[in-house]
């Protein structure tokens, strides 16, 4: 499952998404709302971020980062 999460993240980096655009983050996906222990959320939102940032380091290096278009998160 985490390794479906972090490509989540990264396929949300090429959308144009920021680091702030984790489904996790929203309301209704957090413990209070799902009723998950706080250790399993978090393992997600981690997955999800790493998936993200390894994506927009792959960028790094080159002479500009690869087009995006801006697409809206999908609310879960």
Not at 18 to 28: I, V
Not at 34 to 43: K, V
């Amino acid at each position: 499952m985490e390794k479906d999460i972090q490509n989540q993240g990264a396929q949300a980096a090429r959308n144009g998404w920021s680091l702030f655009d984790c489904p996790y983050l929203r309301a209704q996906q957090m413990p209070g709302h799902t009723g998950e222990p706080i250790s399993e959320w978090r393992a997600k939102v981690a997955a999800w971020e790493a998936g993200w940032k390894t994506e927009v380091e792959s960028w790094l290096g080159r002479s500009q980062p690869p087009a995006v278009v801006r697409d809206t998160p999908v609310l879960h």
